[in-house]
């Protein structure tokens, strides 16, 4: 059995009086698709901040593979294997598709420090993205520019920028935001085919798609964890129904 | 209409970098055949500031960091060379090393610091390291203090004296530009290039992937400062004068308008600018001690014609 890619130890971050991260501990298994819920306010993104590298917590500990990562900036969290996927599309919006992919790809490929070698002839890293896109079917879009690509499309970048970097974990912070059904549903279908390939911590509001996905799911309320368990332990947690989901999972 | 696109032609190749630096050329071999050392000297000094200024562009148009201190590398490299001579050293194949890796130094000890901070906050704190190092200068009575100091004679090149003559400074100057902005052409397309333009437009997002945003800078900040350095020391050599006023805030100030005004997204806009900045002080200048003012009335006009930098002003009066 290999051990958690992520464990959180009794982190800890307040902003002034409001406790946004409260005591969280939680793990993430080598190749377990974790979702994490909670009503809006309940400190998500916090915690994504915290595991990513850019909140730093009060108190506590942020493990990555083996490894206390709690005092590491995000470059070094994401060469270690972790790769985020915003909220908000950050892509670069006057790259080409393709040039946001290699830049992605190029750094498992070797250091920033090339001066001469022109980025577009690296052939290597160019098929790496061009996989990659082909993989979130983005594949006869590569040459648009990000800027000019649908929400659906900048999304399906991000993630494609994700894959590319093979990371250990994927840090997704509502990857379905803003996508229509379809789109949402081929994510979703997506993200399910990459099982056992790599690991997820997916924060997510639509339920449909954090049900078909996620084998353990954490309930955030106020700062705190609330339960983690299986799918089916949180559709049944009277707790968890009457404080967040309502009738949403009854049907 | 036909004529129109014609116009808009001709800009193009007007403002295209080959062009300017062919024009370059053309005024330093036109002086020295026709005699006329003024052509010569005016070249020399457009190349040796469009140097400096696409040093800056480099760094403001790629990497997004606009630093309002870059006078500072320029007076250091010169000082290098002034101090240099003081030490009994006079081949160029010498001072330019020693002026790059004495503004490269200072830019690495400030730009770690300066590159912590953001915008307006960035834009002061290399102001006031500018602003240190003029005041540090200035205070050295061994180096001239307030009033600067010529230079222990000219510079050999290869034990020759190579720069006794004013038109061998010229083509090294205008060597050295042509060679930097074949360089910075290749490095934007390059994958340090490409990542510095990344974490200009998002950040977050380049760091997220594994990117030391902070290093990339730093380097790319080190290396303008180096090649700031080799134009202040042409420009000592030029001059054969050295003096804090090299690195006064008001020459930071004239290399970002020079930037600004050719075009801070292409490289090759900063050489335009500071050519055109160059023109319109001798000419203008040589008309009015307001020549200022219609530089100012250029600057404006660009703003707001909300024209990004000169070539599109001039295309868009051209219509």
Same mark, same amino acid.
């Given at each position: 059995?290999?051990?958690?890619?992520?464990?959180?130890?009794?982190?800890?971050?307040?902003?002034?009086?409001?406790?946004? +991260?409260?005591?969280?501990?939680?793990?993430?298994?080598?190749?377990?698709?974790?979702? !994490?819920?909670?009503?809006?306010?309940?400190?998500?993104?916090?915690?994504?901040?915290?595991?990513?590298?850019?909140?730093?917590?009060?108190?506590?500990?942020?493990?990555?593979?083996?490894?206390?990562?709690?005092?590491?900036?995000?470059?070094?969290?994401?060469?270690?294997?972790?790769?985020?996927?915003?909220?908000?599309?950050?892509?670069?919006?006057?790259?080409?598709?393709?040039?946001?992919?290699?830049?992605?790809?190029?750094?498992?490929?070797?250091?920033?420090?090339?001066?001469?070698?022109?980025?577009?002839?690296?052939?290597?890293?160019?098929?790496?993205?061009?996989?990659?896109?082909?993989?979130?079917?983005?594949?006869?879009?590569?040459?648009?520019?990000?800027?000019? !690509?649908?929400?659906?499309?900048?999304?399906?970048?991000?993630?494609?920028?994700?894959?590319?970097?093979?990371?250990?974990?994927?840090?997704?912070?509502?990857?379905?935001?803003?996508?229509?059904?379809?789109?949402?549903?081929?994510?979703?279908?997506? !993200?399910?085919?990459?099982?056992?390939?790599?690991?997820?911590?997916?924060?997510?509001?639509?339920?449909?798609?954090?049900?078909?996905?996620?084998?353990?799911?954490?309930?955030?309320?106020?700062?705190?964890?609330?339960? +983690?368990?299986?799918?089916?332990?949180?559709?049944?947690?009277?707790?968890?129904?009457?404080?967040?989901?309502?009738?949403?999972?009854?049907? | 209409?036909?004529?129109?696109?014609?116009?808009?032609?001709?800009?193009?190749?007007?403002?295209?970098?080959?062009?300017?630096?062919?024009?370059?050329?053309?005024?330093?071999?036109?002086?020295?055949?026709?005699?006329?050392?003024?052509?010569?000297?005016?070249?020399?000094?457009?190349?040796?500031?469009?140097?400096?200024?696409?040093?800056?562009?480099?760094?403001?148009?790629?990497?997004?960091?606009?630093?309002?201190?870059?006078?500072?590398?320029?007076?250091?490299?010169?000082?290098?060379?002034?101090?240099?001579?003081?030490?009994?050293?006079?081949?160029?194949?010498?001072?330019?090393?020693?002026?790059?890796?004495?503004?490269?130094?200072?830019?690495?000890?400030?730009?770690?610091?300066?590159?912590?901070?953001?915008?307006?906050?960035?834009?002061?704190?290399?102001?006031?390291?500018?602003?240190?190092?003029?005041?540090?200068?200035?205070?050295?009575?061994?180096?001239?203090?307030?009033?600067?100091?010529?230079?222990?004679?000219?510079?050999?090149?290869?034990?020759?004296?190579?720069?006794?003559?004013?038109?061998?400074?010229?083509?090294?100057?205008?060597?050295?530009?042509?060679?930097?902005?074949?360089?910075?052409?290749?490095?934007?397309?390059?994958?340090?290039?490409?990542?510095?333009?990344?974490?200009?437009?998002?950040?977050?997002?380049?760091?997220?992937?594994?990117?030391?945003?902070?290093?990339?800078?730093?380097?790319?900040?080190?290396?303008?400062?180096?090649?700031?350095?080799?134009?202040?020391?042409?420009?000592?050599?030029?001059?054969?004068?050295?003096?804090?006023?090299?690195?006064?805030?008001?020459?930071?100030?004239?290399?970002?308008?020079?930037?600004?005004?050719?075009?801070?997204?292409?490289?090759?806009?900063?050489?335009?600018?500071?050519?055109?900045?160059?023109?319109?002080?001798?000419?203008?200048?040589?008309?009015?001690?307001?020549?200022?003012?219609?530089?100012?009335?250029?600057?404006?006009?660009?703003?707001?014609?909300?024209?990004?930098?000169?070539?599109?002003?001039?295309?868009?009066?051209?219509?």
């Amino acid at each position: 059995m290999i051990g958690p890619i992520l464990v959180l130890d009794d982190l800890v971050k307040s902003y002034g009086a409001l406790k946004v +991260t409260d005591h969280v501990t939680l793990d993430v298994g080598a190749h377990e698709i974790h979702a !994490l819920i909670g009503p809006n306010g309940a400190g998500k993104s916090t915690l994504v901040g915290e595991i990513a590298g850019t909140v730093a917590p009060d108190a506590g500990r942020v493990v990555f593979a083996g490894e206390d990562v709690t005092a590491f900036d995000p470059a070094r969290r994401a060469r270690r294997g972790l790769a985020r996927v915003f909220q908000t599309s950050r892509v670069v919006p006057g790259f080409t598709a393709l040039d946001n992919c290699m830049l992605a790809a190029a750094v498992t490929d070797g250091s920033a420090y090339r001066f001469l070698a022109a980025m577009a002839g690296e052939k290597r890293t160019a098929e790496r993205a061009r996989a990659a896109l082909d993989r979130v079917g983005l594949a006869d879009r590569a040459d648009v520019l990000a800027g000019s !690509l649908a929400h659906g499309e900048k999304r399906a970048l991000e993630l494609a920028m994700g894959l590319v970097q093979e990371p250990r974990l994927l840090l997704l912070d509502e990857p379905m935001a803003g996508t229509g059904r379809t789109e949402t549903e081929r994510l979703t279908e997506l !993200l399910a085919s990459l099982e056992g390939e790599v690991a997820m911590l997916i924060v997510e509001h639509d339920m449909a798609t954090v049900f078909r996905l996620a084998r353990r799911i954490t309930v955030l309320i106020s700062g705190a964890v609330a339960i +983690t368990g299986s799918p089916d332990e949180i559709r049944a947690d009277p707790t968890v129904r009457a404080a967040y989901l309502g009738g949403e999972v009854a049907r | 209409m036909i004529g129109d696109a014609l116009l808009s032609r001709l800009v193009r190749i007007l403002v295209h970098p080959a062009t300017v630096l062919a024009g370059l050329a053309l005024t330093i071999a036109l002086g020295q055949i026709l005699g006329q050392s003024f052509w010569v000297t005016l070249a020399t000094r457009a190349a040796i500031l469009a140097l400096a200024a696409l040093s800056l562009g480099f760094v403001l148009g790629q990497g997004g960091l606009v630093g309002f201190g870059h006078a500072a590398p320029f007076g250091l490299g010169a000082y290098a060379v002034l101090i240099a001579g003081e030490l009994g050293v006079r081949e160029i194949l010498v001072l330019l090393p020693a002026a790059f890796a004495a503004a490269a130094l200072f830019a690495a000890a400030t730009g770690a610091l300066a590159l912590r901070t953001r915008g307006v906050y960035f834009i002061m704190i290399t102001l006031a390291f500018a602003q240190m190092a003029y005041f540090v200068f200035a205070g050295v009575s061994a180096l001239g203090g307030d009033d600067g100091m010529s230079i222990a004679g000219k510079a050999t090149f290869l034990g020759a004296k190579f720069l006794r003559w004013d038109v061998n400074t010229a083509w090294l100057a205008l060597g050295l530009l042509t060679a930097t902005f074949l360089f910075l052409s290749r490095v934007q397309h390059a994958r340090f290039g490409r990542v510095l333009a990344a974490a200009r437009d998002a950040e977050e997002r380049v760091a997220a992937l594994g990117w030391s945003v902070y290093r990339v800078r730093l380097v790319a900040w080190i290396l303008a400062a180096g090649l700031a350095g080799l134009a202040g020391a042409l420009m000592a050599e030029q001059t054969g004068f050295v003096s804090p006023a090299l690195m006064n805030w008001h020459r930071s100030g004239e290399l970002i308008v020079m930037v600004v005004l050719g075009g801070a997204r292409k490289l090759s806009g900063a050489i335009v600018g500071a050519v055109v900045v160059v023109l319109v002080e001798e000419f203008l200048g040589g008309v009015t001690e307001y020549w200022k003012l219609g530089l100012g009335v250029l600057i404006l006009a660009v703003v707001l014609t909300r024209a990004v930098d000169l070539s599109a002003l001039l295309r868009r009066t051209a219509r």
